[in-house]
């Protein structure tokens, strides 16, 4: 999931955003609220109040497991993975990579956003799926990245859309803090492998 398409829900999105003060001892749970109010599947339309820090990755719906993407574009770069892999900080196996601002052809790099991200596989069948099950080998992510951070037992950046609760506040922020493809990638379609081995970048850290 991207930002645009949180953004057509951020009312729907804000009221799952309980107060950073709110425990669970409460006299009541807020309910949860559905991210896509036409969506004909109730099950997965819930996002739960705090769920990112309230339940593990493998209790997450699919609509909370998507709505931890924030939409950086980083992980749709070509980059080179070394085979070897080596411990970080936390003891988790981390790879070493290089990211280059060559991107895939499905990305629009003026948004920074998939064109067509609900049937990218359709179009680019070797496009992976993050899941709960692959994560573990997958990092390689950028080290904002929400999903590595969680399973490494780390908060969201603060500039996360899910604790900003406002789109423009959150991409403001992530400019500043230099994370993003939008407006600084470039299309894979027509670009040979020496020629992309020319633009590694070192503005996506793993």
Same mark, same amino acid.
Request: proline share 4%.
């Given at each position: ?26 006299? *009541?749970? #807020? ?5 896509? #109010? ?28 998507? *709505? ?41 790099? *003026? ?6 991200? *609900? ?39 603060? !500039? ?42 070192? !503005?996506?850290?793993?």
């Amino acid at each position: 999931m991207t930002l645009n398409l949180l953004n057509q829900s951020e009312s729907q999105l804000a009221s799952a955003l309980d107060s950073k003060t709110t425990t669970d001892s409460d006299s *009541a749970t #807020p309910s949860a609220v559905r991210l896509f #109010p036409h969506s004909q599947n109730d099950a997965n339309d819930l996002l739960r109040p705090q769920f990112w820090s309230r339940f593990s990755l493998s209790e997450l719906n699919h609509s909370e497991w998507e *709505a931890l993407c924030d939409g950086c574009g980083s992980c749709c770069l070509i980059k080179y993975i070394d085979d070897d892999n080596v411990s970080d900080d936390n003891n988790h196996e981390a790879e070493m990579v290089e990211y280059t601002d060559v991107t895939c052809q499905l990305m629009d790099c *003026a948004t920074g956003y998939c064109k067509h991200y *609900a049937t990218r596989q359709e179009h680019v069948p070797d496009c992976i799926q993050l899941t709960m099950e692959n994560l573990p080998q997958m990092m390689w992510l950028p080290s904002h990245c929400a999903y590595k951070r969680l399973y490494k037992g780390q908060d969201l950046p603060s !500039w996360h859309l899910l604790l900003t609760g406002d789109a423009v506040a959150t991409q403001q922020q992530m400019r500043a803090a230099n994370v993003g493809v939008a407006g600084r990638c470039i299309s894979e379609i027509g670009m040979t492998d020496e020629e992309m081995e020319e633009r590694v970048v070192n !503005w996506v850290q793993p």
